[in-house]
């Protein structure tokens, strides 16, 4: 997930966190970037 950027422009949710923007602010929730989550570098 972190060497591949197509794998993690795919994840959805990781460890409980929501890393799909659209979706956290349809529903109104928190969301975070995969790379956030993943504790890489954008």
């Known amino acids: 997930m972190k060497k591949n950027p197509?794998?993690?422009?795919?994840?959805?949710?990781?460890k409980g966190a929501l890393t799909y923007g659209a979706v956290g602010e349809a529903q109104k929730l928190p969301s975070k970037t995969a790379e956030e989550v993943l504790g890489?570098?954008?």
Do not use: P
Not at 6 to 12: F, I, S, T, V
């Open 40 to 42: 890489i570098a954008a």
């Open 6 to 14: 197509h794998l993690r422009a795919g994840l959805n949710v990781y």
